[in-house]
């Protein structure tokens, strides 16, 4: 049984930094591209960041250049550094691992939620302003 658990959220203020995890167990964690993605409040669910097996990294426009996604195979954990928090990145935060066949290479699909099969509980961040 797959699981991935978040950690990490929180309440910041704007300029601040936050580090999320996400833990994961039940899948042959170093073979799939893991994601980011996340929910503002009374939007739809949007892409932030994804890494790719192979270390292929691809961010979203507005958080490129601020957050910065990381892996460690030997703890099977993907983590999202949050730095220059802004209001607007207030929402919640969900990891989820691709259902891209192993070992793919290519970020071109990672930014699509159906390119996702299972996703984490979700943390709330909340940055003030």
């Known amino acids: 049984q797959v699981q991935l658990v978040e950690s990490g959220g929180g309440l910041v203020q704007a300029g601040g930094s936050l580090r999320l995890s996400c833990a994961a167990s039940g899948l042959s964690f170093k073979a799939f591209a893991m994601g980011w993605f996340r929910q503002p409040p009374g939007k739809e669910r949007e892409f932030v960041a994804a890494?790719?097996?192979?270390?292929?990294?691809i961010y979203s426009n507005s958080v490129k250049g601020r957050f910065t996604i990381s892996r460690d195979n030997t703890k099977n954990t993907v983590y999202l550094q949050m730095n220059s928090l802004k209001p607007e990145d207030t929402a919640v935060y969900y990891c989820a691992a691709s259902n891209l066949p192993p070992y793919y290479s290519g970020t071109y699909y990672y930014p699509g939620t159906q390119s996702y099969h299972y996703w984490g509980q979700g943390t709330q961040v909340t940055v003030s302003s």
């Open positions: 890494r790719g097996w192979n270390s292929d990294t």
